[in-house]
């Protein structure tokens, strides 16, 4: 395509990898990291000893988006579509289905303030970035360049409070057994491979929701049979 010519000229001793042209799209993760997004869309995984990933360039979606726009309509990057997440007071997140569009240097206190009666909080890039926490009412300027979603909330929740999952799978990709955790949360705990499981606490530790797989993963162990 016009497009990859134009990239080749850039940088001719590039190799491209093609994840999206021509597959159909089975998978929306609007909130994960470029990483578990291909892992999931392509079903192999780029955590093998043969992937090189320290020189890898991932463009997603919104990327081209941009790249598109300033390279053949010649508009410059002065704003980006923000995911938008509402946490409650039990600790689950709520994502707002709406995206925003925020331009570079904007006050989010002009921003925020028609939901200042109801939250009193907020943060950027919470579920991989954490930063710090803000009041609803700040002088805050939006860097396009640094944030891509807020969380507004009415309560800052306790660093160690164990939340609702949700469904990162986070858990899964890290595991170094395969033993799909996230499986623990299903009907009877079916896909969880409690025998491969080796306890070795990466899935708690990973877990953006604090979630304490442990106590769980040793439950099922004394309650199933065939762990070896």
């Given at each position: 395509?016009?497009f990859k010519e134009n990239l080749l000229l850039i940088a001719p001793q590039a190799r491209?990898?093609?994840?999206?042209?021509?597959?159909?799209?089975?998978?929306?993760?609007?909130?994960?990291?470029?990483?578990?997004?291909?892992?999931?869309?392509?079903?192999?995984?780029?955590?093998?000893?043969?992937?090189?990933?320290?020189?890898?360039?991932?463009?997603?979606?919104?990327?081209?988006?941009?790249?598109?726009?300033?390279?053949?309509?010649?508009?410059?990057?002065?704003?980006?579509?923000?995911?938008?997440?509402?946490?409650?007071?039990?600790?689950?997140?709520?994502?707002?289905?709406?995206?925003?569009?925020?331009?570079?240097?904007?006050?989010?206190?002009?921003?925020?303030?028609?939901?200042?009666?109801?939250?009193?909080?907020?943060?950027?890039?919470?579920?991989?970035?954490?930063?710090?926490?803000?009041?609803?009412?700040?002088?805050?300027?939006?860097?396009?360049?640094?944030?891509?979603?807020?969380?507004?909330?009415?309560?800052?929740?306790?660093?160690?409070?164990?939340?609702?999952?949700?469904?990162?799978?986070?858990?899964?990709?890290?595991?170094?057994?395969?033993?799909?955790?996230?499986?623990?949360?299903?009907?009877?705990?079916?896909?969880?491979?409690?025998?491969?499981?080796?306890?070795?606490?990466?899935?708690?530790?990973?877990?953006?929701?604090?979630?304490?797989?442990?106590?769980?993963?040793?439950?099922?162990?004394?309650?199933?049979?065939?762990?070896?």
């Amino acid at each position: 395509s016009l497009f990859k010519e134009n990239l080749l000229l850039i940088a001719p001793q590039a190799r491209f990898e093609d994840y999206i042209s021509g597959k159909e799209l089975r998978f929306q993760y609007p909130a994960s990291s470029p990483r578990y997004f291909l892992y999931r869309y392509t079903d192999s995984t780029l955590l093998d000893e043969k992937t090189v990933l320290e020189n890898t360039l991932f463009l997603g979606a919104e990327t081209l988006y941009h790249v598109l726009r300033s390279l053949y309509l010649n508009i410059p990057f002065v704003e980006r579509h923000v995911s938008f997440f509402i946490q409650e007071s039990s600790g689950q997140i709520q994502s707002i289905n709406q995206k925003c569009s925020l331009k570079n240097g904007w006050n989010l206190k002009e921003f925020l303030h028609q939901f200042k009666e109801n939250f009193s909080y907020f943060t950027l890039n919470s579920f991989y970035h954490p930063t710090e926490i803000f009041k609803v009412g700040e002088e805050f300027r939006f860097d396009i360049y640094s944030h891509n979603s807020f969380i507004i909330c009415q309560d800052i929740q306790e660093k160690n409070f164990e939340k609702v999952c949700i469904d990162c799978d986070d858990c899964t990709l890290l595991c170094p057994v395969h033993a799909n955790p996230r499986g623990i949360f299903d009907k009877q705990a079916s896909s969880f491979q409690h025998t491969t499981c080796i306890e070795c606490g990466i899935c708690s530790f990973i877990c953006p929701a604090h979630i304490d797989f442990s106590e769980r993963i040793s439950k099922i162990k004394k309650e199933k049979p065939g762990v070896g």
